[in-house]
């Protein structure tokens, strides 16, 4: 394996995704090749309908191509079956929603708590506390997810995300259902996390000026990549 296949956290290599409906064949992807970085953080921009959530769930393992490579930290997600892929995430993904995704009859604590005690880690309690208190939530520990605001529940929602240190991060639209405040306080934890935690972060969004916080922006248009770009906080890059 050569330096750069060791640097490269995510390979793509001629992904398609395509599903059989009532009028045929639908090409939602299409020969889509791109390679990310460890510790990068990137944007996945593109219109509603696009193909970008869709490409999110193949980086993740969420499903699966149709055809071409997803190499997810020298893995080759598209030779796993589920169960594989699933021990794959819970070892080294975690993921934000734009839903939250909470288990509502678990307190902030306990949600935080859960992937960690699913896989038997000890220190499921002290890691949670330890990033509540990182996204401000350590006088929240007992409350529910009904108890919480909007705000509230997606910071419970990333430091649930954190916990078992992944080395991948995926987020789709994590500030779309929150104010303006409260969704720049998350997109601020989320960079603030990536950076202290050199997690690599990817994101789908609409909001430009949140994907140019990103080292790079893919733009996704037609299930086909159109550009990948610098943004703002652009690193260099070779790929």
Request: hydrophobic content about 40%; overall charge negative.
């Amino acid at each position: 394996m050569s330096v750069l296949s060791q640097l490269n956290i995510i390979q793509v290599k001629g992904l398609n995704k395509t599903v059989s409906t009532f009028e045929g064949d639908l090409d939602i992807l299409s020969d889509i090749n791109f390679t990310v970085k460890s510790g990068e953080s990137v944007a996945i921009v593109g219109t509603s309908g696009s193909g970008k959530s869709t490409l999110l769930s193949l980086l993740a393992g969420l499903d699966t191509g149709s055809a071409g490579e997803v190499f997810l930290d020298g893995e080759a997600l598209h030779t796993l079956d589920e169960e594989e892929r699933a021990r794959l995430r819970a070892q080294k993904v975690g993921f934000v929603f734009q839903s939250f995704m909470l288990v509502q009859s678990l307190t902030a604590l306990e949600n935080v708590m859960l992937p960690a005690e699913l896989a038997g880690d000890q220190s499921a309690k002290e890691q949670a506390l330890a990033l509540l208190e990182k996204v401000g939530l350590s006088h929240r520990i007992g409350h529910y997810p009904s108890q919480l605001s909007g705000g509230e529940q997606q910071r419970v929602a990333i430091a649930r995300a954190f916990i078992g240190s992944p080395k991948i991060l995926f987020a789709d639209e994590p500030s779309a259902n929150l104010d303006s405040k409260n969704g720049h306080l998350i997109e601020k934890l989320l960079f603030d996390l990536n950076k202290q935690n050199g997690t690599t972060l990817i994101l789908v969004t609409h909001d430009e000026a949140l994907a140019q916080q990103c080292d790079r922006i893919i733009h996704i248009e037609g299930g086909q990549l159109e550009k990948i770009r610098d943004g703002e906080g652009a690193k260099a890059y070779v790929g």
